[in-house]
């Protein structure tokens, strides 16, 4: 089968880095393009994160562009205490000759999409800011992807709040326009987000692979290790979540995900509440939608992951031991 075509918006970021890496490397991806926005970094730092990643995997040529340098109407945020200064765990990393023009991240999505031979995959790592953009400004264009896979939001417990993951949290206003575009939706959230984690053994084999790619990964894997364990997200004997790349790898091998069909909206009101996806997983309707209250569109949500599966897959690619 030819490779899937996959455009990928992110907010690199530790995990962010992991997948692009993967997506390079995968030969059932066809990377075509790399869109950046402000979420677990500035954008300027994520910017060049991923350059610097993707030439260090070989995607030097991979078109990258710069988006929304934060969220439609909520301040912009970061998380610096978990991705470090500059979103990449302070590795400074060399970072290539910036050959890309000044277009900007929505008009490098529509360019892509347009072109794309088949219908396109968009991934969405970050808060959903640049696809929000892109599904108000071109509609027409949105409807020609495949589908939208983004890591974010929750059917359970948030990490950003109680209730909300850091995505859907950073800038609800944009989850709730994309949720609501009408194009085939998948939702990766925290629900299987830390169930795939690699543990030390697999760690030391991409340390001592000769890949640089995959000397980096085992690098992000150590920082991320102490995170992990402090806070006890992730399964008993492994040490770091792959995050984000686990998305890519559902996209490869999607018999490793478990998902059901629901109806999903964001709360875009209450402090508490704010950036809480709501996933309706009733088999009734209740008394809010009786009298008239939307329960969202229905959505693709990922409740179970075979997380070694996941994670053999990603070091095996990565580290070359095998080409998927």
């Not at 892109?134 to 949105?142: K, N, S, T």
């Not at 490793?256 to 088999?283: A, E, K, W």
Request: charged share 20%.
């Amino acid at each position: 089968m030819p490779p899937k075509q996959v455009l990928i918006d992110v907010d690199t970021g530790i995990d962010d880095a992991l997948a692009l890496a993967f997506a390079v490397l995968h030969p059932d991806i066809q990377l075509r393009a790399v869109t950046c926005v402000a979420g677990n970094a500035s954008l300027e730092d994520v910017y060049r994160n991923t350059r610097a990643v993707l030439a260090l995997a070989g995607g030097v040529d991979v078109p990258v562009a710069r988006g929304a340098n934060r969220p439609l109407i909520s301040p912009p945020r970061n998380a610096a205490h978990v991705h470090g200064h500059n979103g990449l765990a302070g590795l400074e990393l060399e970072v290539p000759e910036d050959r890309n023009s000044d277009i900007h991240a929505v008009e490098l999505m529509r360019q892509q999409i347009l072109a794309s031979p088949t219908p396109a995959t968009l991934i969405a790592l970050a808060p959903l800011t640049n696809i929000a953009l892109l599904v108000r400004m071109y509609p027409e264009v949105a409807a020609k992807l495949e589908r939208i896979v983004f890591m974010g939001g929750t059917a359970s417990v948030g990490n950003a709040t109680p209730v909300a993951e850091f995505n859907s949290w950073a800038d609800p206003e944009a989850a709730a326009i994309v949720l609501d575009a009408g194009v085939p939706t998948m939702m990766y959230g925290l629900d299987v987000f830390y169930d795939v984690a690699v543990d030390n053994a697999q760690v030391g084999r991409l340390e001592a692979s000769s890949r640089p790619a995959a000397r980096l990964c085992a690098s992000l894997f150590r920082y991320l290790a102490r995170k992990d364990s402090e806070q006890k997200r992730i399964p008993e004997n492994r040490i770091a979540a792959l995050g984000d790349a686990g998305v890519l790898c559902a996209i490869v091998d999607p018999a490793g995900l478990t998902v059901q069909r629901f109806p999903v909206s964001v709360c875009i009101d209450g402090s508490r509440s704010r950036g809480q996806t709501m996933v309706d997983r009733r088999n009734h309707h209740g008394e809010s939608e009786l009298n008239g209250a939307s329960l969202g569109r229905p959505v693709d949500v990922a409740l179970d992951v075979d997380g070694d599966r996941y994670a053999s897959l990603f070091c095996n690619v990565i580290g070359g031991e095998a080409r998927g």
